[in-house]
């Protein structure tokens, strides 16, 4: 262990080095002045010790134009984040091996009492306006990014008086252009202002073919967790202002998304053995197709010269309602009598209320130094409960949690030395009333409770940027979250368990320290940076048998990377290459025996494989394409010390799509395509978490095209 540390720090040491040797010195840069929203403050992205992305809207719609969602564009521009699973839930997709928080408008989507999974499908990218990426555990957003944040910001109307909008009509098909392969979207978005109003409402809808694999079947139905393919999405969407003063405004802000499987197909299954994949035949699926809903609505108000400070004050509510799909034989947890054939599904209901209150501002006299205050509140109250039968899987849960923060920027030396400090107080009271397990898991009492917990955060970081576009950082972070409390509560399996003195529901403090450095100067764009991030008391996904739910493990955590990224224009005009890599090394404590020793690795459904992505775009006049290539890298997990079972490994694949638009004088016309040479392969969760689950050996999806008319005015 300690010597692939040392590798991985020796070769960051080198590529800062040769980073820092072949910038171009004598050319000026713009200083890089993109204000990221969820960083939670006005000073610019070079100004905070972070590693820090922006999906700008044109490199976001080419991207959800390739692979049809935000969760897909986020990961094949991101080498530390999983491979998608390409199914509804996103079970086992990490970012720097850590589960990401997904936000909307700073929102948080995910249930921190039962993760669900569905938090990446809670808007149509319609609606989007840029993705901002947070990397590494941080407490910016409170609960939750313990691998960063996604925050998707939502479209805003034009700056403008008068009528603008957007129109959008798309078209998929599989490459062999079967009748149930074939899916489209239309959505619209009308927006006006008019002095101190403005106001922006639009509808998306959506239907999604079955996917096809690169050797032209049908790809396996996840009838539990619920699928993209064949399904029909809805989504509504309204934002509304008011201006009170010259810096001052309110705005309401509502969206609500569903997405629902057809139900046309149940799974086929396959056979690992001789890499035959499972598959989808016609049928119909028992009890209700695999549904998300989402509704959300956000009251802003927002200060910029309130006392010379930035104001931002926010109360929001959120509420989803996820149903899995049920099976009968595969999930004996239903089964009031073990080997029953009994069926049942579960659904997911979880309501939450929160405000968020922040103030930063210069101090007077000392105007170098820059403050922020400020305040969050969070109340969640989810359960999970079986359907067909009526019964509670996880009790009705709620979590309670006030967090006052402050944060410091210091300037030095005419903004070339940066000192960034801050510390958060975490407040959480968790309540559980009493309740009694399912059968499976012996029907035991549980006696109830409302544990509380609080924990003081801290993270500071030094920013060196002695030339223009030249930046070195480094930095600590606390990240603070629940682990999945419903699934540990649904679990017990032990008599006289107390909720109140339970050791296994207490929260997860997680760190990031990181070293990294940033050239932006002329064509180039370059970056690196190694981190490594630890928890005494970490959570990890663990199934204990062949079709059974996944569970919660509470083990030590460590993680350690390197991601190293590269951008250049070349003098061709318009023509930009670029490559990025990311090498993760995951380990946990596989043991019980109250030793605190990693001795395993990490498996696929805590931590990503190693990643090199290439690509090549061209944008000049009407024209416009982009060529990229995913190499996701092989590798072996030793399960136990010593011993690398070759049932639990990953062979590698990769993948390369291929993006045209051209912008006539009515609108753009963009023809995509994913994985164009039709590459056939197993998907990396199911090669390395059920690698011997034939009703979940899942392929990849296989070549398939969109055609977009995107107009706006």
Same mark, same amino acid.
Request: hydrophobic share 35%.
């Given at each position: 262990?300690?010597?692939?540390?040392?590798?991985?720090?020796?070769?960051?040491?080198?590529?800062?080095?040769?980073?820092?040797?072949?910038?171009?010195?004598?050319?000026?840069?713009?200083?890089?002045?993109?204000?990221?929203?969820?960083?939670?403050?006005?000073?610019?992205?070079?100004?905070?010790?972070?590693?820090?992305?922006?999906?700008?809207?044109?490199?976001?719609?080419?991207?959800?134009?390739?692979?049809?969602?935000?969760?897909?564009?986020?990961?094949?521009?991101?080498?530390?984040?999983?491979?998608?699973?390409?199914?509804?839930?996103?079970?086992?997709?990490?970012?720097?091996?850590?589960?990401?928080?997904?936000?909307?408008?700073?929102?948080?989507?995910?249930?921190?009492?039962?993760?669900?999974?569905?938090?990446?499908?809670?808007?149509?990218?319609?609606?989007?306006?840029?993705?901002?990426?947070?990397?590494?555990?941080?407490?910016?957003?409170?609960?939750?990014?313990?691998?960063?944040?996604?925050?998707?910001?939502?479209?805003?109307?034009?700056?403008?008086?008068?009528?603008?909008?957007?129109?959008?009509?798309?078209?998929?098909?599989?490459?062999?252009?079967?009748?149930?392969?074939?899916?489209?979207?239309?959505?619209?978005?009308?927006?006006?202002?008019?002095?101190?109003?403005?106001?922006?409402?639009?509808?998306?809808?959506?239907?999604?073919?079955?996917?096809?694999?690169?050797?032209?079947?049908?790809?396996?139905?996840?009838?539990?967790?619920?699928?993209?393919?064949?399904?029909?999405?809805?989504?509504?969407?309204?934002?509304?202002?008011?201006?009170?003063?010259?810096?001052?405004?309110?705005?309401?802000?509502?969206?609500?998304?569903?997405?629902?499987?057809?139900?046309?197909?149940?799974?086929?299954?396959?056979?690992?053995?001789?890499?035959?994949?499972?598959?989808?035949?016609?049928?119909?699926?028992?009890?209700?197709?695999?549904?998300?809903?989402?509704?959300?609505?956000?009251?802003?108000?927002?200060?910029?010269?309130?006392?010379?400070?930035?104001?931002?004050?926010?109360?929001?509510?959120?509420?989803?309602?996820?149903?899995?799909?049920?099976?009968?034989?595969?999930?004996?947890?239903?089964?009031?009598?073990?080997?029953?054939?009994?069926?049942?599904?579960?659904?997911?209901?979880?309501?939450?209320?929160?405000?968020?209150?922040?103030?930063?501002?210069?101090?007077?006299?000392?105007?170098?130094?820059?403050?922020?205050?400020?305040?969050?509140?969070?109340?969640?109250?989810?359960?999970?409960?079986?359907?067909?039968?009526?019964?509670?899987?996880?009790?009705?849960?709620?979590?309670?949690?006030?967090?006052?923060?402050?944060?410091?920027?210091?300037?030095?030396?005419?903004?070339?030395?940066?000192?960034?400090?801050?510390?958060?107080?975490?407040?959480?009271?968790?309540?559980?009333?009493?309740?009694?397990? =399912?059968?499976?898991?012996? %029907?035991? &009492?549980?006696?109830? *409770?409302?544990?509380?917990? $609080? /924990?003081?955060? @801290?993270?500071?970081?030094?920013?060196?940027?002695?030339?223009?576009?030249?930046?070195?950082?480094?930095?600590?972070?606390?990240?603070?979250?629940?682990?999945?409390?419903?699934?540990?509560?649904?679990?017990?399996?032990?008599?006289?368990?107390?909720?109140?003195?339970?050791?296994?529901?207490?929260?997860?403090?997680?760190?990031?320290?990181?070293?990294?450095?940033?050239?932006?100067?002329?064509?180039?764009?370059?970056?690196?940076?190694?981190?490594?991030?630890?928890?005494?008391?970490?959570?990890?996904?663990?199934?204990?048998?062949?079709?059974?739910?996944?569970?919660?493990?509470?083990?030590?955590?460590?993680?350690?990377?390197?991601?190293?990224?590269?951008?250049?224009?070349?003098?061709?005009?318009? =023509?930009?290459?670029?490559? %990025?890599? &990311?090498?993760?090394? *995951?380990?946990?404590?596989? $043991? /019980?025996?109250? @030793?605190?020793?990693?001795?395993?690795?990490?498996?696929?459904?805590?931590?990503?494989?190693?990643?090199?992505?290439?690509?090549?775009?061209?944008?000049?006049?009407?024209?416009?394409?982009?060529?990229?290539?995913?190499?996701?890298?092989?590798?072996?997990?030793?399960?136990?010390?010593?011993?690398?079972?070759?049932?639990?490994?990953?062979?590698?694949?990769?993948?390369?799509?291929?993006?045209?638009?051209?912008?006539?004088?009515?609108?753009?016309?963009?023809?995509?395509?994913?994985?164009?040479?039709?590459?056939?392969?197993?998907?990396?969760?199911?090669?390395?978490?059920?690698?011997?689950?034939?009703?979940?050996?899942?392929?990849?999806?296989?070549?398939?095209?969109?055609?977009?008319?995107?107009?706006?005015?």
């Amino acid at each position: 262990m300690k010597s692939r540390a040392a590798m991985l720090f020796n070769t960051t040491m080198l590529s800062l080095a040769s980073l820092a040797a072949g910038a171009p010195l004598a050319q000026a840069a713009e200083a890089d002045d993109i204000v990221v929203t969820a960083a939670r403050s006005v000073l610019p992205a070079n100004a905070l010790p972070l590693t820090i992305d922006v999906i700008d809207q044109e490199t976001l719609n080419q991207q959800v134009a390739i692979g049809g969602s935000i969760v897909d564009a986020v990961s094949t521009l991101t080498p530390s984040f999983s491979p998608t699973r390409q199914k509804l839930s996103g079970a086992g997709e990490t970012l720097r091996g850590r589960s990401p928080l997904y936000a909307i408008n700073g929102i948080p989507q995910t249930a921190p009492l039962r993760d669900g999974a569905r938090d990446g499908f809670t808007i149509d990218p319609f609606f989007v306006d840029r993705v901002e990426l947070i990397y590494g555990s941080n407490a910016l957003q409170g609960i939750g990014g313990t691998g960063g944040i996604v925050n998707q910001v939502t479209a805003a109307p034009a700056k403008s008086d008068g009528l603008s909008g957007r129109m959008l009509v798309q078209g998929n098909a599989d490459t062999g252009f079967h009748g149930d392969g074939i899916g489209g979207k239309v959505a619209g978005l009308l927006a006006w202002r008019g002095g101190r109003w403005d106001a922006m409402v639009g509808a998306a809808y959506e239907k999604r073919g079955t996917f096809y694999d690169g050797h032209g079947n049908r790809v396996g139905t996840d009838l539990t967790q619920g699928e993209t393919q064949d399904s029909r999405s809805w989504s509504l969407f309204g934002r509304f202002g008011y201006a009170l003063s010259d810096t001052a405004r309110i705005d309401l802000t509502m969206s609500r998304f569903q997405l629902k499987g057809e139900g046309d197909y149940i799974a086929s299954n396959g056979n690992y053995r001789i890499d035959l994949p499972t598959t989808s035949v016609r049928g119909t699926p028992p009890g209700v197709p695999a549904t998300s809903r989402t509704e959300s609505a956000a009251l802003t108000l927002t200060d910029t010269d309130l006392a010379g400070g930035n104001l931002i004050a926010q109360i929001f509510f959120n509420r989803s309602r996820d149903t899995y799909g049920g099976e009968i034989a595969p999930i004996a947890t239903f089964q009031i009598v073990p080997g029953g054939t009994l069926f049942d599904q579960s659904q997911n209901r979880s309501r939450k209320y929160g405000g968020k209150l922040s103030y930063e501002r210069t101090i007077p006299g000392f105007e170098a130094l820059t403050a922020i205050v400020g305040v969050d509140a969070l109340y969640d109250l989810t359960e999970q409960r079986l359907i067909a039968t009526g019964r509670t899987w996880v009790p009705p849960t709620d979590y309670r949690s006030i967090a006052p923060f402050a944060q410091a920027n210091l300037a030095l030396f005419d903004k070339k030395l940066r000192i960034a400090a801050g510390v958060r107080h975490e407040d959480v009271k968790i309540g559980i009333d009493d309740y009694t397990t =399912l059968a499976s898991y012996g %029907g035991f &009492a549980v006696s109830g *409770g409302t544990p509380r917990f $609080s /924990d003081t955060l @801290v993270n500071g970081g030094v920013i060196l940027e002695p030339w223009t576009g030249i930046r070195a950082y480094a930095s600590y972070a606390e990240g603070y979250t629940v682990p999945d409390v419903g699934r540990i509560a649904r679990a017990v399996g032990t008599p006289g368990v107390d909720i109140d003195d339970y050791v296994n529901i207490e929260p997860i403090v997680s760190n990031n320290r990181e070293i990294g450095m940033e050239v932006k100067r002329g064509p180039l764009d370059a970056s690196a940076a190694y981190f490594w991030s630890t928890s005494k008391n970490g959570s990890l996904l663990v199934q204990t048998a062949i079709g059974a739910p996944f569970e919660i493990q509470r083990q030590r955590v460590e993680i350690q990377g390197l991601e190293l990224n590269l951008s250049v224009k070349i003098p061709l005009p318009g =023509l930009t290459l670029s490559t %990025g890599y &990311a090498h993760l090394i *995951g380990r946990t404590d596989g $043991s /019980d025996n109250g @030793v605190d020793v990693v001795d395993r690795d990490l498996d696929g459904a805590n931590i990503s494989p190693d990643r090199l992505n290439v690509a090549a775009s061209y944008a000049h006049g009407p024209i416009s394409a982009r060529i990229q290539t995913q190499f996701f890298l092989a590798r072996q997990f030793e399960r136990t010390p010593g011993n690398y079972n070759p049932l639990y490994r990953f062979d590698g694949y990769d993948v390369t799509d291929l993006s045209l638009r051209y912008q006539t004088g009515f609108g753009a016309l963009t023809l995509a395509a994913q994985n164009i040479f039709d590459t056939f392969y197993i998907d990396y969760y199911s090669q390395t978490v059920r690698p011997n689950d034939n009703a979940h050996y899942f392929a990849g999806r296989g070549r398939n095209f969109t055609l977009s008319w995107d107009y706006r005015f």
